[in-house]
């Protein structure tokens, strides 16, 4: 399995990114999918989660209203639209594959139940 994420930079506060994460290696449709970011000197933060169906969604308090996950499963690709960025969005944002099924309650949770990550893209707001 490899998760090789992109879309990444430099952006002012109140712009927008895409963030895209390519999967390959595996049976993308079966996983659940996740965008983790970790901010310089900080703990790493759980901020979407999307079923493998792509019909149910989960966002941390922090980015709900601004972030909006997505995914093709047709292409093996997921994805984090992100809006109205503020400086505390800054940190490095990795893709993560659940490919056992974890229960929902643990994916939203504990980030130790991604079997899979990709190597992050850095997002920087600042003006």
């Known amino acids: 399995v490899q998760l090789q994420a992109s879309g990444g930079g430099l952006v002012q506060p109140g712009g927008s990114l895409r963030l895209s994460c390519a999967a390959s290696g595996g049976t993308f449709w079966s996983w659940n999918m996740a965008w983790v970011r970790q901010a310089r000197g900080k703990e790493r933060e759980i901020v979407a989660v999307?079923?493998?169906?792509?019909?149910?969604?989960y966002y941390a308090d922090s980015v709900k209203g601004r972030f909006t996950i997505s995914r093709d499963n047709a292409e093996n690709m997921v994805y984090l639209q992100m809006n109205n960025l503020k400086p505390e969005d800054t940190a490095v944002y990795s893709c993560?594959?659940?490919?056992?099924?974890?229960?929902?309650?643990?994916?939203?949770?504990?980030?130790?139940?991604?079997?899979?990550w990709g190597q992050g893209t850095q997002v920087t707001v600042s003006s």
């Open positions: 999307i079923n493998k169906s792509g019909g149910t969604t």
């Open positions: 993560a594959a659940d490919i056992n099924s974890n229960t929902w309650y643990r994916l939203i949770r504990f980030d130790n139940n991604y079997e899979y």
